[in-house]
């Protein structure tokens, strides 16, 4: 754990590496066309994008105002925060106590970017319809990124469910990508990744897609960089045994609880690190660095996750 003055992000980041393993590529006498690293990505071409998560508002939490009085806190900081936009991965509201949701929308304004929201399990999907965005799953370009976000919740259930036809259009979103020249990250409240005891248990299970997403993110391992999560509450959680993609379920805005992970030696990371708050995200094609910022406190955690294949 370390902290800092300020929650900026370094400038100098990365490219410089890709850069280089792509030079000594094509001086090694393999031609351009064949070379694995230099079909991969251009990565030195890619500036990195910055942005904003949050999750897991929960706004309405024990019928108190608390939760939005965070939200508010929060807002502020992501106002004055480094990036271009903010993604919500889930949980807007606590559940589904709809007087919340014109709440939520209010505050969101003042944070003078623009915020892509999905909807978690405490988010019934026609409210998150009436007061967020009428289309559900959606995609968003920036550059040369594209994220794919989509609704793997249900309010009955801590689980998450991938329908044959959501995995077709995830699949369809990556392969437009591709033919764009763009790099694709997917968000979704409920983690993909099995996380039996000491975790959650709270995943795709089988019967709901879970094979099937991992055949899908091995065919566009090319592009797919990482898939977002929220829904865990337990501080930055994330898993690198899908490489070269990163699966990441993201630090709460209201609360997250210490479930004793690394000390459990539950596989994955997940840093000592449990206060509420928001985290700025810092990507490029060869990697993804992370900085935690608790709220009304300095940056608590950096991790920067290397593309494995690129950067290493
Ligand atoms: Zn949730």
């Given at each position: 754990?370390s902290?800092?003055?300020?929650?900026?992000?370094?400038?100098?980041?990365?490219?410089?590496?890709?850069?280089?393993?792509?030079?000594?590529?094509?001086?090694?006498?393999?031609?351009?066309?064949?070379?694995p690293?230099?079909r991969?990505?251009?990565?030195a071409?890619?500036?990195?994008?910055?942005?904003?998560?949050?999750?897991?508002?929960?706004?309405?939490?024990?019928?108190?105002?608390?939760?939005?009085?965070?939200?508010?806190?929060?807002a502020?900081?992501?106002?004055?925060?480094?990036?271009?936009?903010v993604?919500?991965?889930?949980?807007?509201?606590?559940?589904?106590r709809?007087?919340?949701?014109?709440?939520?929308?209010?505050?969101?304004q003042?944070?003078?970017?623009?915020?892509?929201?999905?909807?978690?399990?405490?988010d019934?999907?026609?409210?998150?319809?009436?007061?967020?965005?009428?289309?559900?799953?959606t995609v968003?370009?920036?550059?040369?990124?594209?994220?794919?976000?989509l609704?793997?919740?249900?309010?009955?259930?801590?689980?998450?469910?991938?329908?044959?036809?959501?995995?077709?259009?995830?699949?369809?979103?990556?392969?437009?990508?591709?033919?764009?020249?763009?790099?694709?990250?997917?968000?979704?409240?409920?983690?993909?990744h099995?996380?039996?005891?000491?975790?959650?248990?709270?995943?795709?299970?089988?019967?709901?897609?879970?094979?099937?997403?991992?055949?899908?993110?091995?065919?566009?391992?090319?592009?797919?960089?990482?898939?977002?999560?929220?829904?865990?509450?337990n501080?930055?959680?994330?898993?690198?045994?899908?490489?070269?993609?990163?699966?990441?379920?993201?630090?709460?805005?209201?609360?997250?609880?210490?479930?004793?992970?690394?000390?459990?030696?539950?596989p994955?990371?997940?840093?000592i690190?449990?206060?509420?708050?928001?985290t700025?995200?810092?990507?490029?094609?060869?990697?993804?660095?992370?900085?935690f910022?608790?709220?009304?406190?300095?940056?608590?955690v950096?991790?920067?996750?290397?593309?494995?294949?690129?950067?290493?």
């Amino acid at each position: 754990m370390s902290t800092q003055a300020k929650p900026s992000l370094a400038t100098n980041f990365v490219p410089a590496i890709s850069r280089r393993l792509v030079l000594s590529c094509a001086a090694g006498g393999v031609s351009v066309a064949v070379c694995p690293l230099v079909r991969q990505a251009g990565a030195a071409e890619h500036s990195p994008i910055r942005f904003l998560v949050v999750t897991d508002t929960h706004l309405g939490y024990r019928d108190q105002d608390s939760a939005t009085q965070q939200w508010r806190r929060m807002a502020d900081e992501l106002a004055r925060a480094e990036g271009k936009f903010v993604l919500h991965l889930g949980d807007i509201v606590d559940g589904g106590r709809e007087a919340h949701y014109p709440t939520y929308v209010e505050v969101r304004q003042a944070i003078g970017k623009a915020v892509h929201e999905i909807p978690g399990n405490h988010d019934p999907a026609e409210l998150f319809q009436r007061y967020i965005r009428k289309s559900i799953d959606t995609v968003v370009d920036h550059d040369w990124l594209r994220i794919v976000l989509l609704n793997n919740a249900r309010p009955e259930s801590h689980d998450g469910f991938l329908a044959p036809d959501q995995l077709a259009w995830i699949d369809a979103q990556c392969e437009e990508a591709a033919k764009q020249e763009r790099f694709v990250i997917i968000g979704m409240h409920v983690p993909v990744h099995e996380n039996r005891h000491p975790d959650r248990g709270w995943y795709v299970k089988k019967e709901y897609g879970h094979a099937e997403f991992y055949e899908l993110a091995k065919r566009h391992a090319a592009r797919l960089l990482a898939v977002f999560h929220g829904h865990f509450h337990n501080g930055l959680r994330g898993w690198t045994d899908h490489a070269p993609v990163h699966e990441i379920a993201f630090p709460s805005a209201l609360y997250n609880q210490d479930r004793r992970l690394e000390e459990q030696k539950a596989p994955g990371y997940n840093p000592i690190e449990f206060r509420p708050g928001f985290t700025l995200v810092e990507i490029t094609p060869s990697a993804i660095r992370l900085e935690f910022k608790p709220l009304g406190q300095d940056i608590a955690v950096k991790k920067t996750l290397p593309r494995e294949g690129i950067d290493r």
